[in-house]
């Protein structure tokens, strides 16, 4: 069976392409299947993850990153014209290597991919939730005309999956929203990729996060609520490992709170699972999300989790006082109180770490595989 997966890029050390890279590694192990993988803005980069050297990467590198510094007319052309090229070289690599099942990860691709003039299935995966397009555009920019421009795009995106062999989605409230306009939907949550034999003690007086430094996952009110957690608790420490558009800013902010040393950018990492080990608490502060990878990561790693209650994705994980602490969205206040409160409870940590322990095992790898083998023997 001959599959090919479009996605962006696979440089990022984003929950997407870690999912992906795990995916792939697996399937290519079992003796039936070809797989190939396209990018279009990898642009020489190195790739983040580790890919089995079976695995077939082309890398088109059509580069629709590279004009959004244009007018909103020359934008427009020239995405325009990379779109033909792109959809035009698709169609030629579908029919070449002889595809059976083309996966979108919600790419370019997706807003043509249902209409391509071949023979294969086609496949999308939603790493976030039915609302993505709006929630990126109203969390970069204020008022009327981008929330309208938001629904916009959402209704585009309904439109371009309606009528694919199959949409996946992430998470039962993503089915459950999907289900409404469409027919094509089946929910297959991320796997844990790890397989850990020591958990974190819980001890050490350290908050860590993970994650892109952009819009979307929030630090810069995670740091308004460190501001707030710090004076309750000086001697604890946040870590936020990741790097991104947003470093210096957030970087400016630390430096206005006056809260150097006690907030560290750590940038990117090889190994985070050392880091989750000496830590006390996750904390996810994101104003939208899918079914994080990373807070698969942490409660595998024996972490008590505290994250926004943002639509999808963490309410899935999370069973609030069982295993972690959800706060109302955006709420920086809020999340300021939770974070001193599990601080200054000890037992209530160690409770909610074991309980994130037996909470992660539903997200076991194997299990999880065999229902993308099964969705792929059924389509073909």
């Not at 929330?147 to 989605?169: M, P, Y």
């Not at 996810?284 to 990373?294: K, N, Q, T």
Request: glycine share 6%; proline share 3%; with cysteine.
């Amino acid at each position: 069976m001959k599959l090919l997966y479009c996605i962006p890029s696979l440089y990022n050390a984003g929950g997407m392409e870690r999912v992906i890279s795990e995916k792939v590694n697996y399937l290519i192990q079992l003796p039936y299947y070809e797989i190939t993988i396209v990018t279009t803005d990898q642009k020489q980069r190195d790739i983040r993850f580790p890919l089995d050297e079976r695995i077939r990467l082309i890398h088109l590198n059509i580069d629709f990153d590279g004009h959004y510094s244009e007018n909103l007319f020359t934008k427009y052309f020239l995405h325009q014209r990379k779109l033909k090229k792109y959809k035009k070289t698709l169609i030629q690599l579908i029919r070449d290597l002889e595809v059976n099942i083309c996966i979108s990860l919600c790419g370019k691709e997706i807003d043509f991919l249902n209409g391509l003039p071949v023979k294969c299935k086609k496949v999308a995966e939603m790493h976030f939730g039915m609302n993505v397009r709006k929630q990126f555009l109203m969390s970069r920019h204020k008022g009327f005309l981008w929330g309208w421009l938001g629904e916009i795009r959402t209704c585009q995106l309904k439109k371009a999956t309606k009528k694919l062999d199959k949409l996946v989605v992430l998470t039962e409230a993503d089915q459950e929203k999907w289900q409404k306009t469409h027919k094509n939907i089946t929910q297959i949550p991320n796997s844990n990729p790890f397989d850990n034999k020591t958990v974190s003690k819980l001890l050490n007086k350290r908050v860590i996060s993970v994650g892109r430094l952009d819009a979307q996952k929030g630090y810069d009110m995670l740091i308004d609520a460190w501001e707030l957690v710090a004076v309750k608790n000086p001697d604890w420490v946040l870590d936020i490992f990741g790097i991104g558009e947003w470093e210096l800013k957030l970087n400016n902010r630390i430096q206005e709170l006056n809260l150097t040393g006690k907030i560290n950018l750590c940038g990117l990492t090889s190994d985070t699972v050392p880091h989750y080990i000496n830590s006390s608490i996750y904390v996810m502060s994101s104003r939208y999300e899918g079914l994080p990878m990373v807070l698969i990561e942490a409660m595998s790693c024996g972490l008590p989790i505290i994250s926004f209650d943002c639509e999808y994705g963490p309410r899935q994980l999370i069973n609030d006082g069982q295993n972690g602490l959800l706060v109302n969205p955006n709420d920086i206040i809020h999340l300021a109180e939770k974070i001193s409160f599990l601080i200054e409870d000890k037992d209530l940590r160690l409770k909610m770490g074991k309980q994130a322990l037996e909470s992660v095992k539903e997200y076991s790898k194997e299990p999880i595989m065999q229902r993308w083998v099964e969705l792929f023997n059924q389509l073909c």
